[in-house]
């Protein structure tokens, strides 16, 4: 038979008094926010209890003062490899008698079972059967308990109001107090000499669970006195600073215990940087490797943001070093590696990633941090392969061989022809039959592309010389004819003695009529302005007034050149 339900439309009391009237047996699970826990009824009387948090009975032995830790720890050490329970070798090594054995389990089973009763919310299930599920305290299973129902449900209305109010100043059982410095118990408190030994546990190390554990037989009137000492200021809360400080203390002696005040300090400070470094370190010392990564990649952006960029790259390769498969610190780190223009860094990581990528198929994902390499490093033969090999994955062949084919002719255009043709031989990796891949591997291995550039070469050279001859042999000529002009008239006027009968106009025109015939000529451009400069200081020395230049061009206009003999 099961039977299950929500404890907000049934009363957990009248359920159990159902299951205690009936006689079943079975095992009842309640399951609310807080966490889970689970009643065994024997003949409807309670036998066993486990919650999340519940101490194994032999620890709390050890709690309660009936048993030592030093005696527990030999007695776990025979039990080992038996199948006798823990608490049969302290029972027979007269630790403790097996009466004392009952009544501390029948104590605490009570506590804990009418403390359940009192605060139980949530969803309920029960399954009825004869054994117990498992996950109950093997100690506690074979002493065989049988609690009636009804005072542990008279207990727990006693509690229920109580626990209301101490849910006002403990509203969670994971969080630390401490006794103020100077503070004093009133004269009236419950219990004196129990609340002087919480005061005592409260040294800020301790959660409220952990304090209520070591009076497993009294927790309930332990969470009230702690309540009580919170209301009257007796006790405040404890500061993450100090969680950290109490744990640096015991970090040597008991790493796990410091571990979770670390832990419990980050859940009021998730940021605090110190909590995070020291959970990191304690993480990885206890090989936890998964959370060291987790506080090493939070360290990290808090770095990031503040513009910390070393202390960013140390825990980004910390968190590598822990979780080398884990794809978002490489994401980091090839962020960081682009932004800051570090190619060759950036190159390594990126191909990491795509290691990382590939082997759970994401290739979506490794074609895109292989185009962001791409970026940056554009003639990088290995990434186009690469890449297009991430297009085949992701079912894009064509694109593939069509990025491959136009890489391979821009190389083979800067004659790069082994780059090409291992271009090609990527593309007939992707399709076998590919022509065009195929024909260029083929020319490629018989050097027909790098022939056909030779000869071009030679051709392009071949043309440039002949245009080279032909301009100059052009220019000798022009030369030769201006040249062969220049002496002429030279010599003309040499021979008509212009010079000695003052004619320097007639021999000056003689010359500019040389010049504008053969203007391109060397002679022309140097020799003749030369000589004219030179006649126009001779006249002006013998004091002959020449014509000026708009006369002078007027009068070779309309009179000609002088008679040349």
Known sequence: MTVSGDLATMDLSDLLQNIGTHGKSGTLSLVSEEGSAKVFFREGKIALLTTDCRLPLVEMLVAAGHVTAKKLEAARKKAKGTRREVSEFLVSTRALTQQQLHDVAEDCLSEDVANLIASAHGEFEFIAGQVPAKGFDPDEVSLKLALPVPPLILEAAKRCDHWTEIRKFLPSDSLHFQVREGARLKDDVEDPEMAAQIVKALDGSRSVREVANLFPNRRFLTYKL???????????????????????????????????????????????????????????????????????????????????????????????????????????????????????????????????????????????????????????????????????????????????????????????????????????????????????????????????????????????????????????????????????????ISRERMIEQGQYHEAISLLNNVRNEHPFSITSLFDIPRLVTELEQRAHEAGVKLPDQSEASRGNTGQGSPRRK
């Not at 960081?336 to 198929?361: F, S």
């Not at 990025?403 to 790069?416: F, N, W, Y």
């Open 226 to 492: 702690v309540s009580d000492f919170v209301r009257e200021r007796i006790a405040r809360p404890t500061g993450a600073a100090d969680l950290l400080e109490f744990a640096r203390r015991i970090e040597a002696v008991d790493a796990q215990r410091a571990r979770r005040l670390v832990r419990r300090g980050l859940d009021s400070e998730p940021h605090n940087a110190e909590l995070l470094a020291s959970e990191a370190r304690l993480a990885e010392e206890l090989q936890d490797t998964a959370a060291a990564a987790a506080a090493h990649k939070m360290l990290a952006h808090m770095n990031l943001e503040a513009g910390r960029t070393e202390q960013a790259l140390h825990s980004l390769s910390a968190g590598k070093r822990l979780t080398p498969a884990d794809p978002s610190i490489w994401e980091r780190t090839l962020s960081l590696a682009l932004t800051q223009g570090r190619r060759q860094d950036a190159l390594n990581e990126g191909m990491q990633l795509v290691k990382l990528y590939r082997a759970p198929g994401l290739h979506n994902r490794a074609q895109e941090v292989l185009g962001r390499l791409l970026q940056i490093e554009p003639e990088a033969l290995e990434l186009h392969v690469e890449f297009a090999r991430s297009m085949v994955d992701c079912g894009q062949s064509q694109d593939a061989v069509k990025h491959l084919a136009k890489r391979g002719k821009a190389l083979i255009g800067k004659e790069h022809y082994t780059g090409a043709r291992k271009l090609y031989s990527a593309i007939l990796d992707i399709e076998p039959g590919n022509e065009e891949a195929t024909v260029s591997v083929e020319m490629i291995d018989k050097e027909i592309y790098a022939k056909r550039r030779d000869r071009k070469r030679r051709a392009v050279r071949m043309i440039l010389t002949t245009a080279l001859m032909v301009m100059l042999g052009t220019f000798i000529g022009v030369e030769l004819v201006g040249r062969s002009a220049y002496i002429e008239t030279n010599s003309l």
